[in-house]
């Protein structure tokens, strides 16, 4: 075993690579975001080294794990030392819940999560990730055998799993619409949609952003597709939350969640789950505690889980503080410009397949790419072991390419370079 020293070591011996900003490690000790120059590129290669990942490194899986900064990790590390210094001095008396984790209603942070998606604080519970979330409005919604359930063929397991539950214990009809690998623009999906839906449809339930793919589904026309038919709209807003600027309250849905340890940069371990004040009677609590039967609170209701690691809380609110310095638009027109220029440069590479739509209302900061004759693995590992450029493999074809504030656009050149090569090869 590698003790933390010899780990450190081992990972700053790693070369740097040749797109790699100079000089300024120093930076990396800097303060708030506020602090850094304005000026374009130069703004976001300072941006960077608020972000532990070494120097000669580009960290491009954010569609997994968003990377937390320095201020996050401090917030958690600090909390946590707080906590196993001062357990002594609490008092556990039962009118003193607030020192117990996992038993406050945790306000401030609601509301703050609250204002990040526009809506009110009674409306947002907390959860550990997206598929806890899901599980909560898949489980808790009352739906008889027959009535149907439609998803995307583009679900992630956390996004779906639940309504297979669902179909197997109580005989619901889960009815899952293609959307073409080709799809050129959004309305082609609203259609879709709109062709599937019978009088038994009650839940529509779709990414906002899919998982493999990256593509950005026209969820406000969906939703308000639903509300016309009087369904229940639950959008899975795992890779959207920190990407885009998400409104809940503009979308129209009835329910939506998200991991915010993916593109909202948090703990990993955190989750949060939207539900519309007017329909949060339908959904039964899965987990309860004492507050279940709780309805003054709203959202509180269904986080009745018992005992957390509050330090993540703690780490969760430095996160949204640390987005909301940089300004949500900012974040998702960087996003935005960062993916489009990925997919500009890839189309122009022969040999490359893109299977991230270009269409931009259909795109945002992920892009999924192949080349033909090499498989997702290898073009992975070719990335990693001559740029040290971190992206996922996609199935057997291609990668999935995550392009988040700490990314720029030297990295995306390199993953050109690197790309071109292997494709002429
Ligand atoms: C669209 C989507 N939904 C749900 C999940 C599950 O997220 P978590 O494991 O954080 O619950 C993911 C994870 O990648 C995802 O991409």
Redesign the pocket.
Known sequence: MLDRRQCFRRLVAIPAAAWAVSGLQAARAAGVVQELPQDGESYWNHMRWQFLIPEGQAYFNT??LGASPRIVVDAVAEHLRYVEESLALWDFSADQPERLAGYRPEKDLRRKLADFVHCDLEEIGLTI????A?NLVANGLDLQKGDEVLITDK??P??RCGWDVKQQRYGVVLKEVPIATDVSEPDEIVRQFEAAMTTRTKVLAV?H???GQGIVLPVKKLCGLAKSRGVFSVI?G??AVGQLHVNVRDLGCDAYFT?P??WLLAPKGN?FLYVRREVQDRIWPTLASSQWNNHKDGMFRLQQYGTLNQSLLRGLEAAVDFMDRIGRDRVEERVRFLGDYLRRGLGRIPGVVLSTPVHPALAAGITTYGIKGVTGRQLQDELWNRKKIRVRASGNTGVRQSCHIYNSVAELDATLEVVKSVARA
Not at 129 to 132: D, F, K, L, S, V
């Open positions: 569609g997994t990730n997206a598929t806890m899901m679900e992630h956390g996004g990414p952003i899919t998982s899975d795992a890779q991991s340890h993916k989750g």
